[in-house]
């Protein structure tokens, strides 16, 4: 009988406070994934049914275009999610994941997680509850890159 | 308040320091990032000053500007000034060789509290051009070790061309007593460090919220962005000291530029505890 | 928190001889007492439509006769129906306009003035302004040298005020009406009937030596009470109050307060108000060189200028002014006055002189600015 990945679930900051039930269920809907280093979690385009917590390693939230190479947002490490796009419609990627160095995840099917929620409301609630959090942290950061506050000031 | 040591005499002020800068020696010339330089000075006699303060530089004819010490106080014959060009004053700083020479005048202001900060954590977090004025602090804090807990340094810049004095950061992150993350804003896939927001880095750091002190200079956006991740991590205000800019011109209290609100920054700054500043910074145009 | 700084202590005030009264046409003496020792005489003449601070060859440039009608956005000259010599309050100049002089060469370094002042016609409130900068210049951790050369050797001729200006509120301030430290001497002009004559008092050992040069007789118990009737007199014609708060914990609690609002409506930002106070002292110091220099060849100079904190410049740190609505230079203006000069040099730095009520071509009034934030905070 394989292990379950509750264990790594309940040691993930994300999850933190879950109860036991709950943690079981979404094991359900894990797996556990190893990048090599420059390998790809996910690409842009791609259809979004997953997202990824990270166990070790660090991973590039990228966006190609021409002329300026790859560019990178955001990068991400232990104890981070990465991925909202499951959420919403229509359920792509808008990024490049690029595994900066080796990186250890846990892969959460997004559409087995969505069934298990509509079955438990409560589940929904606390997984909702928690991607509102980080959805908002990441919208601050954001917003205090595009201050740009160690740019020069206009006019100099 | 300048440190003074047992075997020496204190050289007497002179009565109108703004009037006669002492005329300093331009030894060696560093380009830091795209227009920021660093000026090694050595000054015509014995030099005392504290982490946190600045010196006023002075260009004949130009004018003169306030520049936060960025050495060792261990080391009074190589007096380092990080400048950035950002005016007249500081474009002619920044255009000097090796053997010219620079008029200085002080130090003035207040230090950081590190012999305050013995015994506790010591978090010290710098964006953009903040890390010079808080290198003085973290080479006091490097030569008595031993008395502080962990030291992490948490630095942020625009882009990884602006990371200021970055071999000294890579070998400081090679030491075991210290943790030091760089993160930047934005980043092309060259770069393999963090990309993102200083303040993000403050709840990945380890450091016991109730026995640490917190030292942050950097844009005020970014400060207060700083403060409110170190208390969501469990540092109160008052453990927390930034480093101000306003207008100073004088550097000895007299010219009223320097004004926040109750505080004159070149005598009651540039350090300052985050708490005693908190209520003026939350009021706009002050 | 009054205005007043701490006396100055040791002037031997105890071993000073008592007040003594001189006939009017005997001010000459005084004058003259006081130039015979090596001081260059500046006091109020008319000029330009106003009572001004100048050279004072004698006592016949006094302008005898004349009051001043102030109010807000107001200064009118007027004759009175006696001949008084001091017969007004204050002017648009200060005494800061010798000892801290707006403009100034800092690099070469100017020599210092070659004859010490000597004041005439000082008000209380004017005392209490040149102490209050005397903190700001000399009491720190540095001194001024220009200040201090000015400062050090100036002789204070002060007069008690008989009757208060249509913007004065010294005595809110508690910076007057009556002068009771500072000065080497102290007049009260007492215009009694046929008997023109003034009161008297050295406030140093060089005030009393000089007095002896004098014709003077020892002043009397009409004298005196002819004195107290005076400063009784202005006390009561105060044109102006400023309400009895803390005025720092009012002004520092309403950093927001809707009224900065409506001030920054009526304020040009002129500055005015600055220049003329007696206590402001902003400057900024500008380099030159080439054809701006007057020193040979164009070598570098250095001048220091009065600076308000008013201008867009004042508050500039890289990519822009901190301070940059009207409203903000105001309230900066407001709030250092009575509020955070406390905090900054220990005293308040306003004496009520009202001045700034009266040269503001706006009318802003500083009184009624605080009465409004009180009622409503």
């Keep these: ?28 809907c894990a797996a556990n994934e190893v990048f090599p280093a420059d390998s790809f979690l996910f690409r842009e385009g791609e259809p979004a049914q997953t997202f990824y917590l990270i166990r070790e390693g660090k991973v590039a939230l990228e966006i190609a275009a021409p002329g300026r190479g790859a560019l990178v947002v955001q990068t991400l490490g232990e104890g981070e999610v990465a991925g909202f796009s499951w959420l919403i419609e229509p359920h792509r990627w808008e990024f490049d994941g690029r595994a900066v160095d080796r990186v250890r995840a846990v892969r959460m099917d997004g559409s087995c997680l969505r069934g298990k929620c509509e079955d438990d409301p409560r589940l929904g609630y606390e997984l909702m509850r928690r991607f509102a959090g980080l959805t908002t942290e990441r919208l601050q950061a954001t917003r205090l890159q595009l201050l740009d506050v160690y740019g020069h000031a206009r006019g100099h | 308040m300048r440190a003074v040591t047992d075997t020496q005499p204190r050289e007497p002020r002179p009565v109108a320091p703004w009037i006669e800068p002492q005329s300093w020696q331009v030894t060696a010339v560093r380009l830091e990032a795209p227009g920021v330089v660093t000026l090694d000075l050595t000054p015509p006699g014995p030099f005392e000053f504290l982490p946190g303060q600045f010196n006023m530089l002075y260009q004949p004819g130009v004018g003169e500007v306030p520049i936060s010490i960025s050495s060792s106080p261990a080391d009074s014959s190589h007096v380092l000034h990080t400048i950035r060009d950002v005016g007249p004053v500081t474009k002619a700083l920044c255009a000097l060789q090796p053997g010219d020479r620079v008029g200085v005048r002080g130090p003035y202001g207040t230090s950081w509290p590190v012999a305050a900060a013995e015994g506790g954590d010591l978090v010290v977090v710098a964006g953009g051009i903040g890390l010079p004025p808080l290198r003085p602090a973290l080479y006091q804090v490097l030569s008595s070790r031993g008395r502080f807990g962990r030291v992490t340094v948490l630095y942020g810049a625009r882009t990884p061309d602006d990371l200021l004095f970055a071999d000294e950061l890579s070998a400081w992150r090679g030491r075991f007593d210290m943790d030091v993350t760089v993160t930047v804003d934005a980043a092309d896939s060259g770069w393999h460090g963090n990309v993102g927001v200083v303040p993000d880095l403050i709840k990945r750091a380890a450091f016991d919220p109730d026995a640490t002190t917190a030292l942050v200079v950097g844009p005020e956006i970014m400060i207060r962005f700083t403060v409110r991740a170190l208390g969501a991590a469990g540092v109160t205000d008052d453990r927390v000291y930034v480093s101000m800019e306003r207008n100073m011109q004088c550097a000895v209290a007299m010219c009223g530029h320097c004004q926040l609100g109750p505080f004159l920054v070149c005598r009651d700054g540039p350090v300052f505890s985050y708490r005693k500043l908190a209520r003026w910074l939350g009021i706009r145009e002050v | ?175 007057g009406p009556r002068a009771t430290q500072g000065f080497d001497i102290a007049l009260t002009e007492l215009l009694g009937d046929d008997d023109h004559r003034f009161l008297a008092e050295a406030g140093t050992v060089r005030g009393a030596e000089i007095l002896t040069e004098v014709q003077t007789r020892p002043a009397g118990p009409a004298d005196t009470g002819a004195a107290s009737a005076a400063t009784a007199h202005a006390v009561a014609s105060m044109g102006r109050v400023m309400p009895e708060l803390d005025l720092r914990a009012l002004l520092e609690d309403n950093f927001d307060h809707p009224r900065w609002d409506d001030v920054a409506a009526r304020c040009l930002t002129c500055g005015n108000c600055t220049m003329v106070c007696p206590t402001c002292f902003c400057f900024s110091v500008e380099d030159v060189s080439g054809l701006a220099s007057s020193q040979a060849g164009g070598a570098p100079e250095r001048h220091r200028s009065w600076d308000s904190c008013f201008t867009m410049d004042h508050s500039y740190v890289h990519g822009g002014p901190v301070r940059v609505s009207d409203r903000s230079r105001y309230r900066q203006w407001m709030t250092h006055k009575l509020a955070t000069w406390i905090d900054q040099f220990g005293t308040s730095g306003c004496v009520g002189c009202g001045r700034c009520i009266t040269w503001c071509p706006a009318g802003i009034d500083i009184t009624e600015e605080v009465a409004a934030i009180a009622a409503d905070s």
């Design chain 3, 1 to 175: 928190m009054k205005a007043r700084p701490p006396q100055s202590a040791g002037t031997g005030q105890a071993a000073l001889p008592g007040p003594v009264v001189f006939q009017s046409d005997a001010l000459d003496q005084l004058l003259d007492a006081i130039r015979r020792r090596g001081f260059r005489l500046v006091g109020p003449v008319i000029r330009d439509g106003a009572i001004c601070y100048d050279d004072l060859g004698s006592a016949t440039d006094l302008p005898e006769g004349w009051t001043d009608e102030q109010d807000a956005a107001t200064y009118r000259l007027k004759q009175r129906d006696d001949d008084a010599l001091f017969g007004y309050n204050v002017g648009p100049h200060s005494w800061k306009k010798y000892l801290f002089p707006p403009y100034a060469r800092l690099s070469p370094q100017e020599p210092p003035p070659d004859q010490p002042f000597a004041f005439i016609g000082v008000r209380s409130c004017e005392l209490t302004a040149i102490a209050i900068q005397d903190r700001v210049f000399l009491g720190g951790q540095r001194k001024d040298p220009h200040y201090e050369a000015r400062r050090a050797d100036a002789f204070i001729v002060a007069v008690n005020c008989g009757e208060a200006g249509g913007t004065c509120f010294c005595v809110s301030m508690d910076a």
């Design chain 1, 1 to 28: 009988m394989p292990q379950t990945l509750e264990p790594l679930l309940r040691g993930h900051r994300f999850f933190a406070g879950l109860e036991p039930a709950h943690l079981s269920l979404l094991a359900g």
